[in-house]
């Protein structure tokens, strides 16, 4: 199974995914300001696996920290969660786990600096072995909308590359594998920065489940052909009544599921679903530098001087939303009680 990320001798080691699929390389960091660059460069990108790279960081950084006393370690603790909380805007899961490392930190600070730090190494490796366990969850939840035979239409890459491991849209999509189901994923391309055709190919290849590359423009055509019987995205921020925030373009592909009768299934944690938001005109949507959008993989497209607009993420209504599937079960419309009916067993 590809490994996304790991912690390894007070490092954290991460395929970059930056040279990926012409190089598989794996970068020891040792700094935690490298940390936050590898987020924000996209070395490492999808929701969950920015979420275990910032509780990676966030150990990291609190392991070099040399203040002695409780306040002082303190201060730069919550300074260094606060330079984590800026790397990216959109996905939940980095809030989500900068406050996981908050509340542990805030419960073993009485037993001293020390315990603080092994405290927060041992939980950043947890969340991401937690990671894979959710997404086999998420895989084992999914699976049945599957048929044998299925074509399948997935957007940028919510695979294992974009968790600690194995996935969630294609979590699903290997679960269905693994169950002897044939299938076959339709990849789209993913402009601006090619998540699709770099990564998901990439590992759909590796895992040599069946897949066919298309440009993001193709989409619509296909469905109109009669060649895709269902799309299944991940997501970066779900709110409370199931509007979802993903790559920019699945909003598009699930407009065109819906004029073809053509179900849109989105798969991610409950660690994504952001309940202290109504609804998705609350999402923060991440603008990224415009150069992504004048180059292509440093090959000048477009005139220099060129106004860009470049949203990374979209909202999908969630009228267009089938189900969304998670570890703790499959939400279903109306999407609030549903979502609200998955976190039940776990509340505090
Ligand atoms: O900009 P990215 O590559 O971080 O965007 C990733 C996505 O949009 C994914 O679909 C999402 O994070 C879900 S990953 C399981």
Redesign the pocket.
Do not use: E, H, S, Y
């Given at each position: 199974m590809i490994r996304t990320i790991l912690w390894a001798d007070d490092a954290v080691v991460l395929i970059d995914q930056k040279a990926l699929p012409g190089k598989v390389r794996y970068l020891t960091l040792t700094d935690w300001r490298d940390v936050i660059t590898a987020i924000k460069d996209?070395t490492i990108?999808?929701?969950?696996a920015?979420g275990v790279a910032a509780a990676m960081g966030i150990a990291l950084g609190t392991l070099q920290l040399t203040e002695t006393t409780a306040g002082g370690f303190r201060k730069s603790f919550e300074d260094l969660c606060k330079a984590f909380a800026k790397a990216r805007p959109t996905?939940r899961n980095l809030f989500w786990a900068i406050e996981r490392m908050q509340r542990l930190f805030a419960e073993v600070l009485p037993s001293g600096i020390a315990a603080v730090k092994k405290a927060l190494v041992e939980e950043a490796i947890a969340i991401g072995e937690e990671d894979i366990g959710i997404n086999r969850r998420i895989g084992l939840n999914g699976k049945a909308f599957i048929r044998d035979g299925d074509n399948i239409l997935t957007h940028?890459?919510?695979g294992a590359l974009?968790?600690a491991g194995y996935?969630?849209?294609l979590g699903v999509v290997r679960a269905a594998r693994e169950e002897g189901k044939r299938l076959h994923v339709y990849v789209d391309e993913t402009r601006p920065v090619l998540?699709g055709a770099r990564l998901t190919c990439w590992e759909l290849l590796e895992d040599r489940i069946p897949a066919t590359l298309i440009t993001d423009n193709m989409a619509g055509f296909l469905m109109a052909q009669g060649k895709v019987n269902l799309v299944i995205?991940?997501?970066?921020r779900i709110a409370a009544n199931g509007d979802t925030a993903?790559?920019i373009g699945t909003y598009s592909l699930a407009i065109l599921a819906k004029e073809h009768g053509i179900p849109f299934y989105v798969a991610?944690p409950l660690s994504t679903i952001d309940r202290s938001i109504a609804d998705g005109t609350g999402i923060p949507i991440e603008e990224r530098h415009p150069d992504e959008v004048r180059h292509l993989h440093g090959v000048r497209t477009a005139p220099e001087k060129v106004q860009v607009y470049n949203p990374?993420?979209d909202v999908t209504p969630h009228r267009y939303i089938t189900a969304i599937i998670t570890e703790a079960g499959v939400a279903k419309r109306p999407f609030g009680p549903s979502i609200r009916r998955l976190f039940k067993p776990r509340q505090k």
């Open positions: 996209l990108r999808g929701a969950p920015i996905a940028c890459n919510a974009a968790t996935g969630t849209a998540q995205v991940g997501a970066d993903n790559k991610a990374a993420f």
